[in-house]
């Protein structure tokens, strides 16, 4: 009986050694998921978020943005198609008479287009620009995307890259743009982007020669005035139900531009920008301005940092203004879930047209960020502008 007892004893404090000994672990592991599991919950909700697909583009051309909308609707996987078929909805007048081509001439009356599309997944980029005689720039922008191991092709190269593809070329230029450039040229030249040269550009056609160094002046002035209705780059963004984005961007060039002129359309980050991970931008203004400051690359990187997208818009708006105190246009940033906002500067008022989305489920509305007084002026000489954090709601009548 004693030694029954005593093993019993012994069986005992074994048991509870082996227990004491597991509890700590077992305590730590339970711990650590709960936290996981807060982590996780605080992050990413309970569940998983859904996303409603999304279609923006910038000023407000409805048609266009229609068009892009229904091939969106399809099915999945049709971000690529949705911002090529709006982009090419404006090939015609419904999206104004500068984005068409023809009356958009260089100062040699030169008709040409460049178009860009990014992949926010792949963050793979197709762009053209300078390109003469080809209607669907933003065809073969896509073709340079997934045919090439480059980036962008200009000028009569990128013409010629498209012929060997099967696009037809065109004699773009037609009396229409003969009388644009006529009107010009009667008028001394006016607009046009020459600064620092004699004779005075304000004033001549030139041939011009450069002044002496100590003579320039590098006058601050928006690069042309931006009217509601005459725009010659226009910008669209796809989201679907799968968190894939798509970007895009078309333009006919800047009016009366010095031959050779790239603009933002054609260069990464510029006037487009997308990474699935993150979200996507798109930008409209002064091009010069915005290929130097990359906008839609630098709102994807402030949203990356933490910040929300309407954060992400007023700042950078914001730092453009700070380096050019003329600058006029706009940013509208989305984010993976679909949440967007826009800010503008040195105008009245920017639109851009939104089908789907969360909360606005309507097609082809048009939103409208107003840039109205700062109580606050921050830059000197520059111009009066407001960065509403959220753009105001308004249905299309």
């Given at each position: 009986?004693?030694?029954?007892?005593?093993?019993?004893?012994?069986?005992?404090?074994?048991?509870?050694?082996?227990?004491?000994?597991?509890?700590?672990?077992?305590?730590?592991?339970?711990?650590?998921?709960?936290?996981?599991?807060?982590?996780?919950?605080?992050?990413?909700?309970?569940?998983?978020?859904?996303?409603?697909?999304?279609?923006?583009?910038?000023?407000?051309?409805?048609?266009?943005?229609?068009?892009?909308?229904?091939?969106?609707?399809?099915?999945?996987?049709?971000?690529?198609?949705?911002?090529?078929?709006?982009?090419?909805?404006?090939?015609?007048?419904?999206?104004?008479?500068?984005?068409?081509?023809?009356?958009?001439?260089?100062?040699?009356?030169?008709?040409?287009?460049?178009?860009?599309?990014?992949?926010?997944?792949?963050?793979?980029?197709?762009?053209?620009?300078?390109?003469?005689?080809?209607?669907?720039?933003?065809?073969?922008?896509?073709?340079?995307?997934?045919?090439?191991?480059?980036?962008?092709?200009?000028?009569?190269?990128?013409?010629?890259?498209?012929?060997?593809?099967?696009?037809?070329?065109?004699?773009?230029?037609?009396?229409?743009?003969?009388?644009?450039?006529?009107?010009?040229?009667?008028?001394?030249?006016?607009?046009?982007?020459?600064?620092?040269?004699?004779?005075?550009?304000?004033?001549?056609?030139?041939?011009?020669?450069?002044?002496?160094?100590?003579?320039?002046?590098?006058?601050?002035?928006?690069?042309?005035?931006?009217?509601?209705?005459?725009?010659?780059?226009?910008?669209?963004?796809?989201?679907?139900?799968?968190?894939?984005?798509?970007?895009?961007?078309?333009?006919?060039?800047?009016?009366?531009?010095?031959?050779?002129?790239?603009?933002?359309?054609?260069?990464?980050?510029?006037?487009?920008?997308?990474?699935?991970?993150?979200?996507?931008?798109?930008?409209?203004?002064?091009?010069?301005?915005?290929?130097?400051?990359?906008?839609?690359?630098?709102?994807?990187?402030?949203?990356?940092?933490?910040?929300e997208p309407d954060k992400a818009a007023e700042l950078v708006v914001q730092r453009l203004l700070r380096h050019n105190t003329e600058f006029n246009g706009a940013v509208v940033v989305v984010n993976r879930r679909g949440i967007y906002a826009a800010a503008c500067a040195g105008l009245d008022e920017f639109h851009f047209v939104v089908s789907g989305g969360k909360e606005y489920l309507s097609m082809a509305r048009v939103e409208r960020v107003k840039c109205l007084e700062r109580e606050n002026e921050v830059i000197d000489g520059g111009p009066k502008g407001l960065f509403p954090t959220i753009p105001e709601k308004h249905k299309v009548p």
């Open positions: 009986m004693l030694a029954q007892s005593c093993c019993l004893r012994l069986l005992i404090l074994l048991l509870l050694f082996t227990t004491i000994g597991s509890v700590p672990k077992k305590s730590l592991k339970y711990f650590t998921n709960r936290k996981l599991r807060e982590r996780r919950i605080k992050l990413f909700g309970t569940k998983k978020t859904e996303i409603q697909s999304l279609l923006i583009s910038t000023w407000n051309y409805t048609d266009a943005n229609l068009q892009a909308w229904s091939v969106l609707q399809q099915g999945p996987r049709r971000t690529r198609q949705a911002v090529i078929q709006g982009c090419m909805a404006c090939q015609n007048q419904r999206c104004g008479r500068l984005l068409t081509g023809r009356s958009s001439p260089d100062t040699e009356g030169a008709l040409t287009l460049e178009a860009a599309i990014m992949d926010g997944e792949s963050l793979e980029y197709g762009a053209v620009a300078g390109m003469n005689g080809v209607r669907n720039a933003i065809l073969v922008a896509d073709a340079v995307l997934k045919y090439t191991k480059h980036s962008v092709l200009v000028g009569k190269s990128a013409t010629k890259f498209a012929r060997s593809l099967g696009y037809k070329e065109e004699y773009l230029t037609d009396a229409r743009t003969r009388n644009v450039l006529k009107k010009w040229r009667s008028n001394g030249c006016q607009p046009n982007f020459w600064r620092d040269v004699h004779p005075s550009p304000a004033e001549n056609c030139g041939p011009y020669s450069p002044l002496p160094e100590h003579m320039h002046q590098h006058p601050m002035h928006q690069e042309y005035a931006i009217i509601q209705g005459q725009h010659d780059q226009l910008a669209f963004l796809a989201l679907d139900a799968e968190g894939k984005f798509h970007v895009a961007s078309q333009s006919s060039g800047a009016q009366f531009r010095i031959p050779g002129r790239v603009g933002d359309s054609a260069v990464p980050g510029a006037g487009i920008y997308a990474d699935n991970e993150v979200g996507g931008a798109v930008a409209s203004g002064d091009g010069d301005v915005l290929m130097r400051h990359l906008p839609a690359f630098l709102a994807v990187e402030a949203m990356r940092a933490g910040k």
